[in-house]
């Protein structure tokens, strides 16, 4: 185990945090530091996987096509399902 030193103000905001999601501190402090971890961790793969390209990309439409396309073949959404197409549309506008 180890200590973490935080200033008193990060301390009651972590305590008020804990609070309002039902946990402890020492809880909410334990799935930070692993939701940080894996963060830290895909952060690394995608700048990896980057370096590494042959910088080849796919516009994010071609990608939500397919994503649906698939989701329809596997039968876990119908082609007309309107949250996937509201959603396809959302992003599309980025």
């Given at each position: 185990?180890?200590?973490v030193?935080l200033?008193?103000?990060?301390?009651?905001v972590?305590?008020?945090?804990?609070?309002?999601?039902?946990?402890?501190?020492e809880?909410f402090?334990?799935r930070?530091?692993?939701?940080?971890?894996e963060?830290a961790?895909d952060?690394?793969?995608?700048a990896?996987r980057?370096?590494?390209?042959?910088?080849?990309t796919?516009?994010?439409?071609?990608?939500?096509?397919r994503?649906q396309?698939?989701?329809?073949?596997?039968?876990?959404?119908?082609?007309?399902?309107?949250?996937f197409v509201?959603?396809?549309?959302?992003?599309?506008e980025?």
């Open positions: 185990m180890f200590e030193p200033n008193a103000e990060a301390l009651a972590l305590f008020e945090l804990a609070a309002k999601s039902g946990v402890s501190p809880e402090a334990r930070a530091i692993l939701d940080r971890m963060d961790e952060y690394l793969a995608a990896e980057l370096r590494t390209s042959d910088g080849v796919v516009a994010l439409d071609q990608v939500m096509a994503l396309a698939e989701a329809v073949a596997s039968g876990a959404l119908e082609p007309t399902d309107q949250a509201d959603a396809v549309s959302d992003w599309s980025r």
